[in-house]
């Protein structure tokens, strides 16, 4: 019996401290839930550059105004082992209601019966710290943003990311391959076909320095290389980017900005070097209430030139053509430039960012303590007089400006709780000379607009 009681006991025993870990790790949960209803006259529910045809029907009439709900819900779960050590999940679930139903496709099951595999996997990745080192890694699919408000990239990439952090400042150095094998969607489908994995790639390498020299000043700077190796096709180059960043504080203003230029060279059967470059400069002021911003955005554009392009370019989605993997949400425009509010309607005749001259200024006010309202300005043309925001009806023949035109917009808000708010956002784009007779038939487009109320909650 004495034996019997033992074993049971050193059983029990191996139990509990085989549960010990499981018992020490600690879950998070947090996320949003978002669904706005869209009343417009362009956003068609879609993403990509905004074209003259959205907003005008080819003959002189009114385009169809079109209204639409959509609902985002994005859920993360970390798993933490300890505070130098845990596992990071990010997923989404989007959807139009009416869209569709019982399928297995993104951004669908909204319509009767619902019923649809649509669980997107936004990040899956390692954080971790090494011991008695400044050192932290990332490793996995994970989020990327530059130092330079997303202009170069904003996007979620397999990637590995080590941080150090040492006294006022740190150095963050990165690997990212962006793409492999079959992904690209340039070339031919043969010539896709007949690679393997490591053999047609896209990678992002990135080195990047902050430094405090003092509580109010902050400088930085960055060498990222973007290299593409894509068999029988122009997709071949490799571009370096090159840039600094500051911030300075003196009460009551901020100022901060940066300054990006890029050089390389393609190695594909037309052979150019790149030449672009960007810069930025935006101060904050407190002022009454609220606070004020004024923001400046410069990106060139290309000059047609056979053996160079002077383009500013940012990093592109080469799996789904154009759409940008970089913005400028700090524009606060809702057409005119990608809105951080988006869900799958992310329309903007600004969509990649290049060959854009913008000016922006935004007040943003809290009223009382639950009610909140703020109001945007911009002012946006484009650097070089070329077909990069919509086909002219005599091919090459220059538009009649390089204005693109002025955006106005507002936001009235109500926090009901902490963690949810509602809002009523309303914008509107007066049109520039750049987009006359660009419609169908040599027609002038409409000014788009919108207006969206929506529900946010954030936990």
Do not use: C
């Not at 649509?118 to 080192?133: A, C, G, H, R, W």
């Not at 902050?210 to 190796?229: P, R």
């Not at 911030?247 to 100022?255: D, G, I, L, M, S």
């Not at 002021?285 to 609220?290: T, V």
């Amino acid at each position: 019996m004495r034996k019997r009681v033992l074993a049971v006991a050193a059983a029990g025993a191996l139990t509990v401290a085989t549960a010990v870990p499981a018992l020490a790790l600690e879950n998070e949960f947090h996320g949003l839930f978002r669904v706005f209803g869209t009343i417009s006259n362009y956003n068609d529910g879609g993403s990509g550059a905004l074209l003259p045809d959205q907003i005008s029907d080819g003959n002189g009439k009114d385009p169809k105004t079109k209204s639409f709900v959509e609902q985002r819900a994005r859920l993360m779960y970390i798993a933490k082992a300890n505070d130098d050590l845990k596992l990071v999940t990010h997923f989404e679930i989007d959807s139009r209601w009416g869209d569709n139903s019982y399928t297995t496709s993104r951004n669908m099951g909204g319509a009767v019966g619902a019923d649809t595999t649509n669980l997107e996997t936004k990040n899956v990745y390692l954080d971790f710290n090494i011991p008695s080192t400044p050192l932290n890694f990332k490793v996995g699919i994970q989020p990327i943003t530059d130092s330079y408000k997303g202009i170069f990239i904003n996007a979620d990439a397999a990637a590995v990311i080590a941080t150090a952090r040492l006294g006022d400042g740190s150095i963050l150095a990165g690997f990212s391959r962006l793409d492999d094998a079959d992904t690209f969607t340039i070339g031919s489908a043969a010539s896709r076909s007949a690679t393997t994995p490591g053999k047609a790639t896209r990678d992002l390498y990135l080195l990047d320095g902050k430094y405090n020299i003092t509580k109010d000043l902050k400088v930085g700077a960055s060498y990222y290389v973007l290299t593409a190796d894509q068999n029988s096709t122009n997709l071949n180059f490799t571009m370096h980017t090159l840039g600094v960043n500051g911030e300075y504080k003196f009460n009551p203003v901020t100022v901060d900005g940066f300054l990006l230029y890029q050089i390389g060279r393609t190695d594909g059967a037309d052979k150019y070097d790149f030449g672009g470059w960007a810069a930025n400069l935006t101060a904050k002021a407190k002022l009454g209430p609220g606070t004020l911003k004024a923001s400046f955005l410069y990106a060139s554009g290309e000059q047609n030139s056979d053996n160079e392009d002077s383009s500013y370019v940012g990093v592109t989605n080469e799996t789904s053509k154009a759409n940008g993997k970089h913005s400028f949400y700090e524009s606060d425009m809702m057409i005119m430039f990608r809105n951080k509010w988006n869900v799958t309607g992310d329309r903007a005749i600004v969509y990649n960012v290049k060959n854009v001259i913008g000016g922006f200024v935004g007040y943003n006010a809290p009223i009382t303590s639950k009610l909140f309202a703020n109001a945007n300005v911009g002012f946006v043309a484009a650097d070089k007089n070329n077909d990069n925001y919509g086909a002219t009806t005599s091919g090459d023949a220059k538009h009649d400006s390089q204005y693109l035109g002025t955006e106005l917009n507002a936001e009235v808000g109500y926090k009901v709780y902490d963690n949810l708010t509602a809002s009523l956002q309303g914008a509107y784009v007066f049109l520039g000379d750049y987009f006359k007779r660009t419609a169908a038939n040599g027609q002038d487009p409409r000014d788009p607009y919108e207006t969206r109320i929506m529900l946010n909650y954030a936990f």
